[in-house]
């Protein structure tokens, strides 16, 4: 007999309170943050769906391992236990622990960028676009057409346009010093890449000797999906999928704050021994000593730990079930979203839900400002607010106005997402009443942190 319920595969040794606040406190806490969920108080917020980085509930093995944790400054025990776990699952020779994902990607591409350079990605994250173009280099976007379209089916939504790809490394010869595939692929939805995908761009980067890299942050549930979508790895263990996905790569970044299951760290794997040599010079500049990469010995042992626990079955099924039990109730509520949900987030199309809106009107930010006031749910706007600055200083929307609602690994069970359906629900309810938001105080850059806006009706919804 196997029973259909999927159940949190952990019991609950530690807990935290969450703090309830009624509707007029919420309120209160909104104007005193400048109607900026960024700048809310942690503990006014009642469930925290802002990210899912360095978010996540250890476990007792972690704790444990955490005492085990070497402070020595050069060659300690910790480090060889990191390091032995990186490579069991990526096979990669050099191990280079950072203090989380984007300080893999700054000395990665500080070692091997030059202006005028071209990095392909199926859809680079935010950080890693900037540290490209921080060396003056571009950071090209090539996903699948099937990616721009919230509402379109596909299995492997994170896809990377091969076809596009083989054209940018025709036409530039000597401009491309790596490709990297990010999976899943945060930025378009949490989607992932099929192994099929992978391969096939191994082989066109084979043909023009250019090297292939990872970055890897939820490598765990990529080989997930992997294993319930594609033919030919059903009867795999998400491990074996692991190290198929990373046999075909030269490297990888990785940030352990994601499928590390740990509160900080990171780390950069790769097999060009002349290369990792130039980024253990760089890495001692910034980060400190290549055993420890600006992490506690400890911190190197709850990576380790985390890194075996993220691959197990029960946890994988737990995960990705909860993200997508909660698609499914938007679904059957008429509350639009990506499709399908990807791996850490639910993305709500603002767009369709808020189509009396105006872009220059912000209907993401407001939409998940309805969904906190309401219920005290913290979400993050990934909308025209992000984007929707340009260099040469006009304002554009964005392509589309998504509100993700990203889950920590561990940390709500079933109750949390029932709560947070009904919440949906309700907000789906007043949408015809919301209205937008103005920006009263706009940062030079990256604004959506520490903007500030007022809405343009009292309280964010119009009289019945
Ligand atoms: C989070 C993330 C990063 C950066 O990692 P940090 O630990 O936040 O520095 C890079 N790429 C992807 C896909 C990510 O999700």
């Given at each position: 007999m196997s029973f259909k319920t999927i159940i949190e595969p952990f019991r609950i040794k530690t807990v935290e309170p969450i703090r309830r606040t009624t509707r007029e406190q919420r309120a209160a806490a909104l104007v005193a943050a400048g109607?900026?969920?960024?700048?809310?108080?942690?503990?006014?917020?009642?469930?925290?769906?802002?990210?899912?980085s360095g978010t996540g509930a250890m476990s007792s093995r972690q704790w444990a391992g955490m005492m085990m944790g070497d402070e020595s400054y050069a060659g300690a025990s910790s480090f060889y236990r990191f390091e032995a776990a990186v490579r069991d699952i990526t096979g990669l020779k050099h191990v280079i622990p950072t203090h989380q994902g984007r300080a893999a990607e700054r000395i990665l591409f500080g070692s091997v960028l030059k202006p005028g350079d071209i990095v392909p990605n199926n859809t680079h994250f935010d950080t890693t676009r900037a540290n490209v173009e921080y060396r003056k280099a571009q950071a090209l976007d090539l996903p699948i057409p099937e990616s721009r379209e919230p509402q379109r089916y596909h299995p492997f939504k994170g896809n990377m346009d091969l076809e596009a790809l083989e054209r940018v490394l025709r036409d530039n010869p000597g401009r491309v010093p790596l490709v990297m595939i990010t999976v899943t692929n945060n930025s378009g939805g949490g989607q992932p890449v099929s192994m099929a995908n992978i391969r096939e761009a191994r082989a066109i980067c084979n043909r023009y000797g250019v090297p292939l890299y990872l970055d890897a942050c939820r490598f765990a549930e990529n080989a997930w999906f992997i294993k319930l979508r594609e033919p030919g790895y059903a009867d795999k263990t998400p491990l074996e999928i692991a190290r198929e996905m990373f046999g075909y790569v030269d490297g990888c970044t990785m940030s352990a704050k994601k499928d590390g299951l740990a509160n900080i760290g990171g780390f950069l794997a790769l097999n060009d021994d002349d290369l990792a040599q130039r980024c253990k010079n760089l890495l001692i500049l910034s980060e400190g000593f290549p055993t420890y990469g600006g992490l506690a010995g400890y911190d190197l042992e709850a990576i380790a730990v985390g890194l075996r626990e993220v691959l197990d079955e029960d946890y994988l099924r737990y995960r990705i079930r909860s993200v997508e039990y909660l698609g499914e109730i938007c679904m059957h509520n008429d509350i639009p979203l990506v499709l399908p949900t990807g791996g850490h987030a639910i993305y709500l199309d603002a767009r369709a839900i808020l189509h009396h809106i105006p872009w220059y009107e912000y209907p993401a930010w407001a939409l998940a400002l309805v969904l906190y006031l309401e219920g005290g749910v913290r979400s993050v706007p990934i909308d025209t607010v992000m984007f929707g600055r340009q260099p040469d200083g006009t304002e554009k929307p964005a392509a589309m106005e998504l509100v993700r609602l990203a889950f920590p690994r561990r940390v709500y069970t079933q109750s949390h997402v029932d709560y947070l359906a009904e919440v949906l629900i309700h907000v789906r309810k007043l949408a015809p009443r919301i209205r937008g938001v103005r920006m009263v105080y706009e940062p030079p850059v990256l604004r959506h942190f520490t903007a500030r806006f007022e809405p343009l009706v009292e309280g964010l919804l119009a009289p019945e």
């Open positions: 109607y900026n969920l960024f700048l809310l108080k942690a503990e006014d917020v009642l469930i925290d769906l802002l990210t899912d």
